[in-house]
T-cell receptor, first 115, second 113 residues
Framework: GDSVTQTEGQVTVSESKSLIINCTYS????????LFWYVRYPGEGLQLLLK?????QKGSSRGFEATYNKETTSFHLQKASVQESDSAVYYC????????????FGGGTRLTVRP | AQTIHQWPVAEIKAVGSPLSLGCTIK??????LYWYWQATGGTLQQLFY??????VESVVQLNLSASRPKDDQFILSTEKLLLSHSGFYLC????????????FGPGTRLTVL
C-alpha cells in the first residue's frame, strides 16, 4: 500500500536557524500522487501549508518550501530561518486524484522553536 | 467562504454506549466529504468518504458507520463504543477547484472509559 514516512517525531531548533523536516513516500498504487504539507498550530485545527501536484515542482508558503522529488520519492520541508511562531506539528501527506482522494499521512513532526 | 463545523467539540463516553458525531459544510455545494481518525500517538487515517448524498464508502473497518443524510452533512456513529475508539476525529471536504487539497474541521476529541 501507499505510505508516508517522517523520520523525526520531534525537532527542536533555535530561532533564526534553518530547518529541514524529512518526508519520504511510497506510492505503489498511485501513478501521479499529489503531495502536501499540513500544519497544526497549538490550539488550532489542521490546515494546509503547501501542496505540489507535479513532480519536479516546488511549493512554498509562509517562508516554507518543499520540492516534489520523484527520483528520491521525497518531499522534505525546509525553511531558511524559523521563528518561535512556527512551533507546531507538521504532517506530510499524499493523495491520488480520484473522488475517494484518500490522504495518507506521515506520523507528524513536532517542531519546537527556542527563542 | 466555506466553513466546516464539527460537533461536539469533545465527548467522554462509556464503553458500550452509542456515539454520534456530526459535521456540516457551509458555502460549498456537493462537496466530497471525509472522516479521519487519529488515535493518541497514532497517525491520521481516513475512515470514510462520500461523494454524494446517501452514498458512503468505508476505507477502514473500525466498527463505526457513517451516513450522509444531506448534501452538507456527514455523520459518524456507532451503537457500541470500544475503548479503541478513543482519539481525535476530523471531518474534511475537498475543493475540486483548488487542486485536490482537503480542508479540515476543528475536530472532536473522544475519550472512551
Amino acid at each position: 500500500g501507499d505510505s508516508v514516512t517522517q523520520t523525526e517525531g520531534q525537532v527542536t531548533v533555535s530561532e533564526s536557524k534553518s530547518l529541514i523536516i524529512n518526508c519520504t513516500y511510497s506510492a505503489t498504487s498511485i501513478a501521479y500522487p499529489n503531495l502536501f504539507w499540513y500544519v497544526r498550530y497549538p490550539g488550532e485545527g489542521l490546515q494546509l501549508l503547501l501542496k505540489v501536484i507535479t513532480a519536479g515542482q516546488k511549493g512554498s508558503s509562509r517562508g516554507f518550501e518543499a520540492t516534489y522529488n520523484k527520483e528520491t520519492t521525497s518531499f522534505h520541508l525546509q525553511k531558511a530561518s524559523v521563528q518561535e511562531s512556527d512551533s507546531a506539528v507538521y504532517y506530510c501527506a499524499l493523495s491520488d486524484r480520484n473522488a475517494g482522494a484518500k490522504l495518507t499521512f506521515g506520523g507528524g513532526t513536532r517542531l519546537t522553536v527556542r527563542p | 467562504a466555506q466553513t466546516i463545523h464539527q460537533w461536539p467539540v469533545a465527548e467522554i463516553k462509556a464503553v458500550g454506549s452509542p456515539l454520534s458525531l456530526g459535521c456540516t459544510i457551509k458555502g460549498k455545494s456537493s462537496p466530497n466529504l471525509y472522516w479521519y481518525w487519529q488515535a493518541t500517538g497514532g497517525t491520521l487515517q481516513q475512515l470514510f468518504y462520500s461523494i454524494t448524498v446517501g452514498q458512503v464508502e468505508s476505507v477502514v473497518q473500525l466498527n463505526l458507520s457513517a451516513s450522509r443524510p444531506k448534501d452538507d452533512q456527514f455523520i459518524l456513529s456507532t451503537e457500541k463504543l470500544l475503548l479503541s475508539h478513543s482519539g481525535f476525529y476530523l471531518c474534511a471536504f475537498r475543493d475540486w477547484e483548488s487542486s485536490y487539497e482537503q480542508y479540515f474541521g476543528p475536530g472532536t476529541r473522544l475519550t472512551v472509559l
